[in-house]
């Protein structure tokens, strides 16, 4: 037994048939009486539809109220995946990044994990929950929402991994690992099978979109291995340490 935590971004999440591919990947690691903790991203392009709605309205709007509105988004997500896993009859349950909570300094739109408070968190896996937490989000001490600027999620699932001390922390994407190039634009790019920490935040800064800087930063900073699989494909991916 052992406690596995899994990420799924905006493309792994779009749709009911999506969703129900990663309720797949949590079931299959819940069957094997393993504790396991979802972090999600916003639907396919909710996000990028919330900014246009919100740049109808004003093109340089107030920054709290930015983070107000961005993190509907994954609301919307954590909610319809506990209702998905419940009706496939698996007990779950989603939080926000104020409920758990996740607290962050005041930066708003690009802001850092300070703390996590896992009690929560540990009590509803302890009761044999699956628990679906929304990425992308957290809250200031005094009470205000706030998001972590791109790449957000991962960094979330970075951050419980530390704190919660996982077993393992899988971040799925639409690509089954990370490789030299695009593998869409070069057919004869290397995928890696391990790659440090530092080649990949390298590989960040230079535009590679698997990873975050941020993400890997902190994952660097904790020692916490990242495992990079694709969501549709079954195969070993890779190990980010």
Same mark, same amino acid.
């Given at each position: 037994?052992?406690? =596995? ?9 779009? $749709?009911?048939? +999506? ?28 996000? $990028? ?9 004003? *093109? ?30 698996? $007990? ?37 929950? =699956? ?15 706030? *998001? ?22 899988? =971040?799925?994407? $639409? ?18 099978? *391990? ?25 660097? +900073? ?20």
């Amino acid at each position: 037994m052992g406690l =596995i935590i899994q990420k799924f971004g905006g493309t792994s999440v779009a $749709d009911k048939d +999506k969703l129900l591919n990663v309720c797949k990947h949590a079931i299959k690691e819940y069957e094997a009486n393993n504790k396991v903790v979802i972090v999600v991203s916003a639907q396919g392009k909710t996000t $990028d539809r919330l900014i246009s709605e919100e740049q109808e309205i004003s *093109t340089n709007p107030d920054k709290r109220e930015h983070d107000v509105l961005l993190s509907i988004g994954e609301q919307i997500t954590i909610s319809k995946l506990a209702i998905y896993l419940k009706e496939l009859g698996y $007990d779950a349950i989603s939080y926000t990044g104020w409920q758990i909570p996740i607290i962050t300094d005041d930066i708003y739109g690009n802001a850092n994990i300070i703390d996590i408070k896992t009690d929560r968190i540990l009590k509803e896996l302890e009761n044999n929950r =699956i628990v679906i937490v929304a990425g992308f989000q957290g809250i200031t001490k005094s009470g205000d929402i706030t *998001t972590l600027g791109r790449g957000g999620s991962d960094t979330t699932a970075v951050a419980l991994a530390a704190y919660l001390k996982a077993d393992k922390l899988y =971040i799925y994407t $639409d690509v089954d690992g990370v490789y030299s190039e695009d593998p869409n634009k070069n057919e004869n790019a290397i995928k890696y099978d *391990t790659i440090s920490y530092d080649k990949m935040i390298e590989m960040a800064k230079n535009g590679a979109k698997v990873l975050h800087t941020k993400c890997v930063e902190m994952a660097k +900073k904790y020692n916490v291995p990242i495992i990079v699989k694709s969501t549709f494909v079954e195969n070993e991916g890779t190990i980010v340490k």
